[in-house]
């Protein structure tokens, strides 16, 4: 089948409830791309308007990690949209097989997506649908942004193309504020990329429900289980960012740019999280395992430094200035008093105590010897 005469439709790749993707080839160019053609028109009426705006949001962006859009018309009827093509898959599963990646993957996943939305949030453009099946990954591992259908311009509220009070995006990754009826932000974004970090290092999303009511309750009231109680291998550092991206208040979430930043960096790798790119929120730092020598930051909290006892002393780099996590080392199996008090205060007390009792002992001492010395002396004298 020839689409608009230049595009040559070879598969089916996709379906959903606003049109089909088919793999073609353009046979002008000569290239490969995804060609998506809307159906049943008549059963939404604002399915075309969304369609046409799916077009000019995703022509507004040109970025690595986002799909990118080269052509949009009308044939037999019919609205159609050419995109580029990815060659793999999304990162869509099933309850009954959910997709789990190690840790390595999902910051991989994180920082190419948060960096399709940082471009996408700088043109004003809030996705509102950032969910496992939007992902694309290629063959080579690169993730791309995908359905912009529902998205929305900031500087365009009318854009969003829904009634007033309704909430559109899908329920298992929607933001609080979101729940409650708030707009959509880059905020919102933030959070429902969350959930989808979240479901691939668990199998599931951080909450579910019978009912959509009861699962936007648990959005809005409840906090979501650490992944490490589940079972998940990965850093204290890695943890304590996703469940930032998880905040229930939005100007706690970092924007999507310190996202892709942290991630692209390696941070995710250390025991205590390094500041990212200014305005990311600094996650809680949680101390490391006794058995693992731990890497520790710049900046880490002095508060959040385990005991001695907790673990071996580490070998810290990086600048000294600045309180950090490291615990000085203590030699052989000498301990001093201050390092068990764990008080400045106490410390102090011990100390005093110590001064006090020192003249006492000195007396019973010299008591001692001159009661022993009178003792010889009496001796003599008698014999």
């Not at 028109?41 to 075309?48: I, K, L, V």
């Not at 390595?104 to 948060?114: D, F, G, K, Q, Y």
Request: aromatic letters at 6%; hydrophobic letters at 45%.
């Amino acid at each position: 089948m020839l689409v608009a005469d230049r595009y040559r439709l070879h598969g089916c790749i996709g379906r959903g409830g606003m049109g089909e993707v088919w793999q073609a080839t353009d046979e002008v160019l000569g290239r490969s791309v995804a060609v998506k053609l809307m159906l049943a028109q008549s059963t939404d009426p604002s399915g075309a308007d969304r369609f046409r705006l799916e077009a000019q949001t995703a022509a507004r962006l040109s970025h690595p990690h986002v799909v990118g859009v080269f052509d949009f018309g009308t044939w037999d009827g019919k609205l159609f949209l050419v995109m580029e093509l990815v060659e793999g898959d999304s990162l869509g599963s099933t309850p009954a097989h959910p997709l789990v990646l190690p840790a390595e993957r999902v910051a991989v996943v994180a920082a190419h997506a948060a960096a399709g939305l940082a471009a996408a949030h700088r043109q004003g453009v809030v996705h509102r649908d950032i969910k496992p099946g939007n992902l694309l990954m290629d063959a080579e591992g690169t993730v791309k942004l995908a359905d912009f259908g529902i998205a929305r311009f900031v500087d365009d509220p009318s854009a969003g193309l829904t009634t007033t009070g309704q909430i559109v995006g899908t329920g298992l990754y929607l933001a609080p504020e979101r729940a409650l009826g708030k707009p959509a932000s880059p905020a919102s974004d933030v959070y429902s990329l969350g959930c989808v970090l979240y479901q691939l290092l668990t199998g599931h999303p951080p909450f579910r429900a019978d009912t959509a009511t009861a699962l936007l309750y648990q959005h809005i009231d409840s906090a979501p289980t650490p992944p490490s109680r589940l079972g998940v291998v990965l850093t204290p550092a890695f943890e304590a960012y996703l469940l930032s991206l998880l905040a229930k208040q939005p100007e706690q979430r970092p924007p999507a740019q310190a996202i892709a930043d942290w991630f692209g960096s390696g941070a995710w790798r250390e025991y205590a999280p390094r500041p990212a790119t200014a305005g990311a929120m600094p996650a809680p730092v949680h101390a490391p395992p006794a058995q693992a020598a731990p890497r520790t930051a710049p900046h880490a909290p002095a508060r959040t430094a385990p005991g001695p006892a907790a673990m071996p002393a580490p070998r810290t780099s990086g600048p000294s200035s600045g309180p950090t996590a490291a615990v000085p080392a203590t030699g052989g199996s000498r301990r001093r008093a201050p390092e068990r008090s764990g008080s400045s205060g106490s410390t102090g007390g011990a100390l005093a105590e110590l001064s006090r009792r020192r003249p006492r002992k000195t007396a019973a001492v010299a008591g001692i010897v001159a009661f022993v010395v009178f003792l010889f002396i009496g001796m003599a004298w008698l014999s």
